[in-house]
């Protein structure tokens, strides 16, 4: 479980990047944190293993205020994926890159193997295994570090801006296993712009905006409230626009799943024949 | 990243800035010169406190004090190293000359920390590059030159992501013995050189699909020209520098510890 409680964070350049924030994560629970570029999506998520500090604040995790430990220690629960996967990929091969948190962590080399062989089976690398992360596209950069770090099976698992740059048939995979991880217990925390990503996976929504949180709450209800996502400079998705204008013909307005709305649709016409 | 903070240009209007880049650049060559020529305390203080009114004048006061903490560190470092190697080898000194002579060493590497930070404070890339330029240096060399200097900031804040993207993987930097230590750096340093390689083959072609180099002959919007505050700059710093040089060759300065018997 992550506690913040009136958490504030100024950089040593002086930016103020978080203002007062107060959340409480569950166990096992699905968040997306949403907002405009500079918001302190980031900012907020490296409290989360203790990478930055408050400036003023708390951050406890498991009950732990994030001051007390080391950052090897709580990134051993908390596993933070980074937006640009050339911000960690050095080793030779694929294979190397995913051992080496499993290494720093000391896991012996029984166990190492095995979960080599499970990250790179769960995002489609096996094929790359000996292959210099450096010769992949960005895409499957991203999943290698995707792979570094779901591989120590860490608790909670958060990711920053992970549908960047990858195609609708890896965004699809990409969001079947996050369900999947968060079906088996793990709690999971997206940063993202990608609102027709969020709208499918339905998660609940922290909305950012300034160095606060300006709202949160379910995808359904906040993905729906146009006046605010207008505020966080994000724009609703698409069905809900068009649900949005269809209101008018008594259709519910707060839709934002696709077959929900297929049914819906579906059973309007049926009415209507 | 807060130690460059002391160095990178702030965009700010005072005379400091306006000041060409050429009168500052004869200014910290002297001011350098005559913190070398000199290892007593008295004069050292004094090249130091007369830094502080183009300080205060440039705005920079705080980037300046975060100049003066970063080196911090570095500064006690040469106290100790300056005091130990005295204590041990200098035979019959008092402990306060040996004091006083390491906190002459420590006070003249902060006169050059403060004069290169006054520098590049004030001074854009752009204007060196300028300067550069107008001196008959080839264009190519001044522009390698300027990018290498506005990449500085940016590469210092990707070590600092890259830092953070390896600790989230359990990379623990103080960890092990010397050679492990060493060793930790590896995965940060491949990926800051695997970028910054990629980013400037991504500027080469970017510049060339521009048509950089098409025309021999560059024009530039602004000139360079020295003006009265630049040869006030310039005459002051010749100033010091004559009577830095007359003084170390003509004048026994003394000693706080001779001054005060101690
Ligand atoms: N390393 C840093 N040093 C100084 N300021 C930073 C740093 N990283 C981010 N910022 C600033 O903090 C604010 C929040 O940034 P960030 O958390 O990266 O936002 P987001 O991820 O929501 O786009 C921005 O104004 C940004 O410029
Ligand atoms: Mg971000």
């Known amino acids: 479980m992550i506690v913040m409680e009136n958490v504030y964070f100024t950089y040593p350049n002086g930016v103020e990047a978080l203002r007062g924030i107060d959340l409480k994560i569950e166990d096992g629970e699905f968040i997306a944190i949403m907002g405009q570029n500079g918001a302190g999506k980031t900012t907020l998520v490296k409290h989360m293993n203790g990478l930055l500090k408050p400036t003023r604040g708390r951050v406890l995790v498991d009950g732990v205020e994030t001051t007390k430990v080391s950052v090897a220690k709580l990134a051993r629960k908390v596993g933070l994926v980074f937006q640009n996967p050339d911000h960690q990929l050095f080793s030779e091969t694929v294979e190397d890159e995913i051992r080496f948190a499993l290494k720093n962590f000391g896991f012996d080399e029984e166990t190492i193997k095995k979960r080599v062989d499970w990250a790179l089976n769960l995002l489609d690398l096996e094929r790359y295994r000996n292959v210099s992360p450096f010769m992949l596209s960005g895409g499957e950069r991203k999943r290698v570090a995707l792979a570094s770090v779901l591989a120590w099976d860490p608790s909670i698992i958060i990711l920053d801006e992970p549908t960047i740059g990858q195609d609708y048939r890896q965004k699809e995979r990409l969001r079947q296993f996050i369900m999947q991880l968060n079906q088996q217990g793990k709690t999971i925390i997206i940063v993202t712009h990608d609102v027709e990503f969020v709208a499918e996976c339905s998660p609940k929504i922290l909305l950012m905006r300034e160095g606060k949180i300006i709202a949160e709450g379910e995808a359904r209800e906040i993905l729906t409230d146009e006046p605010l996502l207008y505020q966080a400079s994000i724009s609703m998705p698409e069905i809900a626009k068009i649900f949005k204008n269809l209101s008018a013909f008594g259709l519910p307005s707060k839709v934002i799943d696709v077959y929900e709305a297929a049914n819906i649709l579906y059973e309007r016409l049926g009415d209507a024949r | ?262």
């Open chain 2, 1 to 262: 990243m807060s130690i460059f903070d002391g160095f990178k240009f702030r965009s700010e209007s005072s005379p400091i800035h306006e000041m060409d880049p050429r009168a500052k650049f004869i200014y910290v060559c002297i001011l350098f010169s005559s913190a070398i020529i000199f290892n007593n305390i008295i004069p050292l203080l004094i090249l130091f406190l007369i830094q502080m009114p183009i300080v205060f004048l440039a705005k920079v006061q705080r980037e300046w004090l975060r100049s003066m903490k970063a080196s911090a560190l570095f500064a006690t470092l040469i106290f100790a190293m300056n005091f130990i190697s005295l204590y041990f080898y200098a035979g019959h000194e008092t402990l306060c000359s040996i004091t006083e002579r390491s906190a002459a060493m420590t006070i003249r590497f902060l006169v050059l920390i403060q004069t290169f930070s006054i520098f590049f404070l004030t001074t854009s890339p752009d204007m060196l590059g300028l300067a550069l330029e107008q001196s008959g240096i080839p264009y190519e060399i001044c522009f390698a030159f300027t990018t290498a200097v506005r990449f500085v900031p940016v590469l210092a804040e990707e070590a600092q992501t890259i830092i953070d993207a390896q600790r989230a993987r359990g990379l623990e930097l103080e960890s092990g013995n010397i050679i492990k230590r060493i060793r930790n750096y590896i995965p940060i340093l491949i990926p800051l050189i695997v970028n910054a390689i990629r980013r400037s083959m991504e500027l080469a072609e970017t510049m060339e699909s521009r048509a950089w180099g098409a025309v021999k002959n560059r024009t530039n919007l602004y000139a360079l020209r020295i003006k009265g505050r630049d040869i006030l700059l310039i005459v002051s710093s010749l100033i010091i520098l004559i009577i830095s040089v007359y003084t170390s060759i003509y004048i026994r300065v003394p000693s706080i510890t001779q001054m005060m018997h101690c």
